[in-house]
């Protein structure tokens, strides 16, 4: 009977050791997610961190060209002359006879130029897809490596 009570007990320490390292298992598990998530949320912060200085910058170099085109008086000039080169060809167009109202001309208003700049992802995007490498991408835009990097990796999760 001593034998069977010892035998019992062995039987229920070695479940109750196997119960203990199944246990231990998964708690090890959960802290390895734990360290996971971690690890993304440091990863958004710093790719956060990344976009607000790019756009930073853009917002400097963007009050930097607003105060540039209101303090240029010979860039108006220049414009100026575009504008009446625009019309000559424009009149040229225009010359076959109309057998309507001959064209009135309107009257003078100032035309602003409409300037289109490419983001600095869209920029990344496009050199990409030509088939530029991270590094030629970055020596051509001016930006550094790990930024072209960031760039390219969020857009393909997208």
Not at 31 to 54: M, P, R
Not at 80 to 92: F, G, L
Request: glycine share 2%; charged share 30%; net charge negative.
């Amino acid at each position: 009977m001593l034998y069977i009570l010892l035998l019992f007990s062995f039987i229920i320490h070695i479940v109750t050791f196997v119960i203990i390292r199944q246990l231990k298992l998964k708690q090890d598990t959960l802290a390895g997610v734990e360290d996971n998530v971690n690890q993304q949320v440091k990863n958004i912060e710093d790719t956060l961190a990344v976009y607000l200085i790019e756009l930073k910058e853009e917002n400097e170099k963007f009050v930097q060209q607003v105060g540039q085109f209101n303090s240029d008086t010979s860039d108006q000039h220049s414009h100026n002359q575009m504008q009446n080169e625009v019309r000559k060809s424009v009149e040229e167009v225009n010359t076959p006879k109309q057998t309507t109202k001959e064209y009135q001309a309107i009257s003078h208003v100032e035309q602003v130029e409409d300037v289109v700049e490419r983001s600095t992802t869209a920029s990344v995007l496009h050199l990409n897809e030509k088939g530029y490498t991270v590094d030629e991408i970055a020596k051509e835009l001016d930006k550094g490596k790990t930024e072209v990097e960031l760039l390219l990796k969020f857009q393909q999760k997208k």
